[in-house]
């Protein structure tokens, strides 16, 4: 069993920054991918960035890219995900999820392909 807490939700104004934090704990000692998606109300959740277990591939949804990155500590249990430009639309509740084994872009960005994920953190922005 994994564990995952996510942090760093805030009230951020559009145009602003925001730092998120998820840290893994429990059965730590597999190899697993992490991954960032969030969820509006009203919306399906959705990808926003994931990360391999070595951090040297990562992934990003296009309406984040060039503003999101994702980061960890190569074979860490801690992934980060630095906002910049925050837009309105980038408000929603923002989780963390980690999968198990074999991670590809095939997999990345499925949220079924996960098998655990965190309770969330609130992400808001204002305009």
């Known amino acids: 069993q994994v564990e995952l807490v996510e942090s760093g939700g805030d009230l951020v104004q559009a145009g602003g920054s925001l730092r998120l934090s998820c840290t893994a704990s429990?059965?730590?000692?597999?190899?697993?991918?992490m991954g960032w998606f969030r969820q509006a109300p009203g919306k399906e959740r959705e990808f926003v960035a994931a990360i391999s277990w070595t951090g040297g591939a990562t992934y990003y949804a296009d309406s984040v890219k060039g503003r999101f990155t994702i980061s960890r500590v190569a074979a860490s249990n801690r992934v980060s995900l630095q906002i910049n430009s925050l837009k309105p639309e980038d408000a929603a509740v923002y989780y963390c999820a980690a999968k198990m084994g074999t991670f590809t872009s095939a997999t990345a960005y499925s949220s079924g392909r996960y098998d655990y994920w965190g309770q969330g953190t609130q992400v808001t922005v204002s305009s």
């Open positions: 429990g059965r730590t000692f597999s190899t697993y991918g």
